[in-house]
């Protein structure tokens, strides 16, 4: 995807299928082709009438909404939070998920959650807690300090000064096919999934 307006919503990095048995192909097309497509879309209407904005990256749209023409900063806290929260979503995806937690995770982890079961117990709680439509995240502070934390709608982690490392879409349409209303299968079933080594570099990026 272009980092800067007109954004273009780019294939998937692996068939639609991949994350078989636990998110089913349909699903995943219907996810980045339909929804997230009308995220991408609707932005670019947004910014296309304020060219002063079309060089801001995504991550900067959402840092520095408040100061973007207030006609437009809901719509572009909404729509360039859609494209943010999908795009990290689909990218913290992987089948299988990696055994043993890789790079500074595998110290991380247990110092902020005593091990990988107190994580894996903590953002399920959180991620059942989210009332509606919404994300659970794993974020790190300015200090490199790791939160679990959750978002409504497509509200992000910058919003409280938190800097995403990996999240969990827990909106029905991420789930709802295979899962019904059962959020907490589809949670079960996302941890065979998550993108340990994508969440690190995450990390990495931030903290070199």
């Given at each position: ?5 007109p954004f273009?919503?780019s294939?998937l ?5 991949a994350?078989?048995p ?16 009308t995220?991408v879309?609707n932005?670019?209407?947004?910014l296309k009438d ?13 840092l520095y909404v ?5 006609n437009?900063q809901?719509g ?5 939070g859609?494209v943010?929260?999908?795009i990290l979503?689909f990218s913290?995806l992987?089948n299988p998920s990696?055994?043993?937690l ?10 902020y959650?005593q091990?990988?079961?107190?994580f894996r117990?903590?953002?399920?709680k ?11 995240w ?5 200090f ?14 910058f ?6 490392l ?7 349409h991420?789930y ?5 209303n059962d959020?907490?299968a589809?949670?079960g079933d996302w941890?065979h999934?998550?993108?340990w080594?994508q969440a690190a570099?995450?990390?990495?990026r931030?903290?070199?």
């Amino acid at each position: 995807m272009n980092n800067h307006y007109p954004f273009v919503n780019s294939p998937l990095p692996y068939p639609y299928d991949a994350m078989e048995p636990y998110i089913d192909a349909l699903t995943m097309e219907l996810h980045h082709n339909r929804h997230l497509q009308t995220y991408v879309d609707n932005l670019n209407k947004l910014l296309k009438d304020y060219p002063a904005y079309h060089r801001l990256s995504l991550e900067e749209l959402l840092l520095y909404v408040k100061s973007l023409p207030e006609n437009i900063q809901t719509g572009i806290q909404n729509n360039a939070g859609g494209v943010y929260n999908h795009i990290l979503y689909f990218s913290c995806l992987k089948n299988p998920s990696a055994d043993i937690l890789p790079g500074p995770l595998e110290q991380l982890i247990p110092k902020y959650f005593q091990d990988f079961e107190g994580f894996r117990a903590a953002f399920t709680k959180a991620a059942l807690s989210v009332f509606g439509s919404g994300y659970a995240w794993l974020a790190a502070d300015a200090f490199g300090h790791l939160h679990i934390m959750t978002t409504s709608n497509q509200d992000t982690p910058f919003s409280q000064n938190l800097f995403p490392l990996l999240n969990l879409d827990v909106w029905e349409h991420a789930y709802y096919l295979k899962h019904y209303n059962d959020r907490a299968a589809y949670i079960g079933d996302w941890f065979h999934l998550a993108n340990w080594e994508q969440a690190a570099e995450n990390y990495r990026r931030l903290f070199p």
